[in-house]
DNA sequence: GCCGTTTTCGGCCCGACTGTTTTCAGTCG
């Protein structure tokens, strides 16, 4: 995609243009930056229809910045950049991973002592040359010995669902001594966001220092990075940071709306504070010096004219006007989903036999369960052929008697065929309750060919759902490109829904396509894509993928009665 | 470099921590 390139070059650039201290020039760059990063629309096919004209109303973006993005697009190159390298030319995007190494910084080690990379720098830290600089001392240099050593193991974010189980496990941590009060997540974290790169936390206490000595000692602390009265960082064995800050009661409100963020969520609530004559900072909102709010976060949005806002919505992308225009969606809740409708038994790759799997649903909370195991071609995860399902569909209905409490939906996640037939026989698809449609091979088709693909098969009129959507997998693949607009308009005439995979590994749908699909009028289901039980838990951050796409409850079906769920399909 | 219900010029979010400084610059979020 070409906005993250993009994105990535323009924000290199702010630091190159911060080093030549340019620094307004240089905040212009990086805003640009994060507005590409969530932009949901690819700034080549912004060009491509309205040429440079259209290029200028992407938020931030001028005449200058328009030509460089024009530039890119046409020769792959913007260079701009190439001339700020030749000022300075050093490895800026692996020097500034250093801990406390900024463009500033940086300078000051290329000028003194030539360095231009991590090994010079690693180099030269050893032979005792940092320390002797203006600016640095002993400490910093120990710090940047250290700090090298982590910058490999800390090249890259996290899925959510292996930071956030850790991070309430320190959490529980400190809610147990008995030095602090009301303990929060702030950050990303609590903003659900899919990926992570460090985790923030808030307590409040009048024993800070104590507080502080615990936090730095928990069990997996590799690397204290400070350690204060009111915020210490420490890096865990698992390659993330964790900040903890403590903060005053009457400011905890304040605090908490703060670190949230986003970064540009919070700029912009502090321009329609100042706009009102009010100060908002992490203490509170202030009408001079006096304090108007800061004890809670809803009194803080009130006090400068806006309600409550949930956290997953904090991105800056509409939330603030909603907001100011009583238009805010009322966010499904994390206890609406009904049913799970997209599991694996030890049929297909799953773990469990039906009836332990449809037992442990039952204690999960649910009303329901679709059994869809693997059918068609993918032999690799034993799918099942139609004999097998016949077979299979049988024990669901005997499984089904002797359960109370819990319906099982006889179901099937089939493969979609590169031309868009599915894997089994329609007649046999018929007799199922509930049909899931997958891609499984030829990832690497355009984006043409694959959305022809999806539409064939979503006019298919047994296929109820499209699993995952775009394919994607952390770390593994990028996911295949789709026509959305086509994409969402077949799926709303065939009453296709698609699925928000909730494993950790793909949460699929994304939030922008989630939105895009509800504003579209096409239904969605939340899924864990179950194999052992365990995974019927992370059910949570498909929900959460839910919410940051501004669903309500309507708009996923599997929040409902099982009658009206299937009925839907009907 | 961007932007405009005070503005086409003159602003641009705001504060803590660190290391080194001996009052502050740089970094970070």
């Given at each position: 995609m070409l906005n993250q390139e993009l994105a990535q070059i323009l924000s290199l650039m702010a630091d190159y243009l911060d080093m030549d201290e340019a620094f307004f020039e240089s905040r212009a760059y990086s805003k640009v930056a994060r507005v590409l990063e969530s932009m949901e629309q690819d700034v080549g096919v912004i060009y491509q229809k309205g040429g440079i004209k259209a290029i200028k109303?992407?938020?931030?973006?001028g005449q200058g910045i328009a030509y460089k993005i024009e530039e890119y697009i046409k020769?792959?190159?913007?260079s701009r950049l190439g001339q700020l390298k030749k000022k300075c030319p050093v490895d800026l995007e692996n020097l500034s991973r250093?801990?406390?190494?900024?463009p500033r910084k940086i300078k000051i080690l290329y000028k003194k002592l030539k360095i231009k990379n991590l090994k010079d720098l690693g180099k030269a830290a050893k032979a005792g040359k940092v320390a002797l600089l203006d600016g640095f001392g002993s400490q910093s240099e120990q710090n940047i010995l250290g700090a090298i050593k982590f910058v490999k193991a800390s090249n890259e974010r996290f899925p959510i669902g292996e930071i956030l189980p850790l991070v309430r496990e320190i959490i529980k941590e400190l809610e147990d001594l008995p030095l602090g009060g009301q303990i929060s997540l702030a950050g990303s974290l609590r903003r659900m966001k899919e990926t992570i790169k460090d985790a923030d936390i808030l307590i409040t206490s009048n024993k800070p220092e104590q507080v502080m000595e615990h936090f730095v000692k928990i069990k997996g602390v590799v690397k204290i990075w400070a350690q204060g009265k009111t915020k210490s960082s420490v890096r865990f064995k698992k390659g993330f940071d964790c900040d903890l800050r403590v903060v005053k009661k009457k400011s905890f409100g304040a605090a908490l709306q703060y670190f949230t963020g986003s970064k540009d969520h919070n700029i912009s609530t502090r321009k329609i504070a100042k706009k009102k004559g009010l100060k908002l900072n992490e203490y509170g909102v202030y009408k001079g010096d006096r304090q108007i709010a800061g004890k809670t976060e809803k009194q803080v949005y009130q006090a400068i004219g806006l309600p409550y806002i949930e956290p997953e919505l904090r991105t800056n992308s509409g939330e603030i006007e909603a907001g100011l225009n009583n238009q805010l969606p009322k966010l499904i809740g994390y206890d609406d989903i009904k049913g799970d409708v997209h599991c694996h038994t030890n049929w297909s790759d799953g773990r469990e036999s039906i009836k332990s799997l449809a037992r442990a649903a039952k204690k999960f909370g649910y009303q329901y369960l679709a059994i869809t195991d693997h059918a068609g071609f993918l032999k690799i995860a034993h799918a099942l052929d139609e004999k097998q399902l016949i077979k299979q569909m049988s024990q669901i209905d005997k499984v089904n008697q002797k359960l109370s409490g819990i319906k099982l939906i006889k179901g099937a996640e089939v493969d979609i065929r590169p031309d868009g037939s599915l894997a089994i026989e329609d007649k046999v698809l018929a007799q199922l309750g509930l049909v899931i449609g997958a891609v499984?091979?030829?990832?690497?088709?355009n984006r043409k060919d694959m959305t022809q693909r999806l539409i064939k098969a979503m006019n298919?009129?047994?296929?109820?759902i499209v699993a995952h959507p775009t394919g994607r997998v952390f770390r593994k693949r990028q996911g295949y490109q789709l026509d959305w607009p086509i994409i969402f308009k077949a799926a709303k005439k065939t009453r296709t829904a698609l699925e928000i995979n909730a494993h950790t590994t793909r949460l699929d749908l994304k939030d922008i396509h989630i939105r895009q699909a509800i504003e579209s009028g096409v239904k969605l289901v939340i899924s864990a894509?179950?194999?052992?039980?365990?995974?019927?838990?992370?059910v949570e951050y498909g929900i959460a993928q839910a919410r940051r796409g501004w669903a309500e409850s309507k708009d996923i079906l599997n929040t409902r009665p099982l009658k009206s769920f299937l009925k839907y399909f009907e």
């Open positions: 109303q992407i938020q931030g973006v020769t792959g190159r913007v250093v801990e406390g190494l900024g499984h091979s030829m990832f690497k088709m298919n009129p047994n296929l109820n894509d179950v194999h052992p039980i365990s995974y019927l838990s992370m």
